[in-house]
């Protein structure tokens, strides 16, 4: 227990997550801070390419194991499970209409890829090694959520309602969206070049990583914190509740296949923060395609402005001790 | 100067829907229009700005088309078919343009 609180100490003032915090009191204070929306992009484009290129490393240079075909298909069955958890959840906690909860179960089936490259940050700072494949498993929980809050919502409801929420067009873009383009093509780069292609982008790649990530999560600081101003008269006690809850379920349900796959200490608390994290860009953007009439204000608030700020600050700290007292790592 | 009658429409659509909206007004044989960034602004969802945007699913767009008017029922169907189900803004006036040919 003390391990956990001084994991969870480190990590609180660790430059990340202090930097979040800025970003996050900045906006509660309504002060005029903001990162231009074209650098946001740029600094999210560096770090997405970072992590991919160095999970294709780590893959070339430990070689592929039996474990990796079956972690990646857990994870496409843990971002359809985690929805119908986090609906059933959400429901019984907010009572919230069932429109609105299957949209925010989408959500929380679904990744962040900003707490993924945290945990990892997090863990390289501690030594620990994580089965470079994870970018991939990442990859793979984008899109399957998406299907079970739909799914949810077409089981509810008259046949003539359901049709044409997903069209081709929603296809292309949930499968093709730019995360997931640059993460796995990255991934398969830096698997492509290895440890020699590494070595040549280095200074570029690995040295300005966390400076840039302390960046990025400042402006997700200022987000988050836009979000809980502007959504805050959507959530009720219930949902909030939800919110910090949903993620140490979903981190149990990770941990749990995690054990099954054999992953080391590192790749179980990946697999656990991936499980325990929600989306904010992929399944906002395919919600607003397929599901308008959900309010955004809800999902968003709940995915940004509650679960992201718990998982920054106490759940990557808490996912890490898990995993290293059950493995034993 | 010889100027000519048009009608000016413009649409403030949801960032996701622009592929689409823009799709069906070329399917409709509308070739010309104007996709704007939109900053920010306030409605019945409630307020809302570009600043800081993590998700396409958040963004506004504005796209404007200059048209003949004869042709602006077959625009306005394949817009509307598009954005009734949406947050938007579809709005109708008169103009002038100087080279008819064009639009």
């Not at chain 1, 600094?43 to 997405?48: H, N, R």
């Not at chain 1, 914190?225 to 219930?238: C, P, S, T, W």
């Not at chain 1, 999902?299 to 920054?312: D, E, K, M, Q």
Request: net charge neutral.
């Amino acid at each position: 227990m003390t391990d956990i609180f001084a994991l969870a100490a480190d990590n609180l003032l660790s430059p990340i997550v202090l930097s979040f915090a800025l970003g996050l009191a900045a906006s509660l204070a309504r002060s005029d801070l903001s990162v231009p929306e074209a650098a946001a992009k740029a600094l999210s484009i560096y770090l997405l390419f970072a992590i991919g290129f160095k999970g294709g490393v780590s893959v070339a240079d430990h070689g592929v194991d039996l474990t990796l075909g079956t972690t990646l298909l857990a994870g496409v069955a843990l971002s359809a499970l985690l929805p119908i958890v986090a609906f059933a959840l959400l429901r019984m906690l907010s009572g919230m209409d069932r429109l609105n909860a299957a949209a925010v179960a989408g959500h929380y089936g679904s990744i962040s890829i900003v707490t993924f490259v945290a945990a990892t940050s997090v863990l390289e700072s501690r030594g620990l090694s994580a089965e470079g494949y994870m970018v991939a498993v990442a990859a793979a929980m984008e899109a399957p959520a998406i299907l079970s809050a739909l799914w949810l919502i077409t089981r509810g409801e008259k046949s003539e309602n359901g049709e044409g929420r997903m069209d081709a067009g929603l296809w292309r873009e949930i499968l093709l969206n730019g995360s997931i383009v640059l993460l796995v093509g990255s991934f398969f780069i830096g698997w492509a070049t290895g440890p020699e292609g590494l070595e040549e982008i280095s200074s570029f790649i690995v040295a300005p990583f966390k400076g840039v990530l302390c960046l990025f999560l400042l402006d997700m600081g200022l987000v988050a914190g836009r979000g809980m101003r502007e959504g805050r008269k959507a959530l009720n006690v219930g949902s909030i509740g939800f919110g910090l809850l949903m993620p140490v379920v979903g981190s149990l349900f990770g941990l749990g296949f995690a054990l099954l796959l054999g992953l080391s200490t590192g790749g179980a608390a990946l697999l656990m923060v991936l499980a325990a994290s929600a989306s904010y860009i992929a399944v906002p953007a395919a919600m607003r395609v397929a599901l308008p009439e959900a309010n955004p204000s809800i999902y968003l608030t709940l995915s940004l402005g509650v679960t992201f700020p718990f998982n920054l600050t106490i759940g990557i700290p808490l996912y890490l001790a898990i995993a290293t007292a059950v493995t034993g790592g | 100067m010889q100027t000519h009658d048009a009608k000016r429409v413009e649409i403030t659509i949801e960032a996701v829907m622009q592929s689409r909206l823009t799709d069906a007004l070329e399917k409709a044989g509308v070739t010309g229009y104007t996709v704007l960034p939109v900053l920010g602004g306030s409605g019945r969802s409630g307020a809302w700005s570009r600043a800081g945007q993590v998700s396409r699913g958040t963004g506004m767009v504005q796209v404007v088309c200059i048209i003949r008017a004869e042709r602006l029922d077959d625009l306005l169907d394949a817009a509307f078919a598009v954005v009734k189900r949406h947050i938007g803004v579809v709005s109708i006036t008169d103009c002038q343009v100087l080279r008819a040919e064009r639009f």
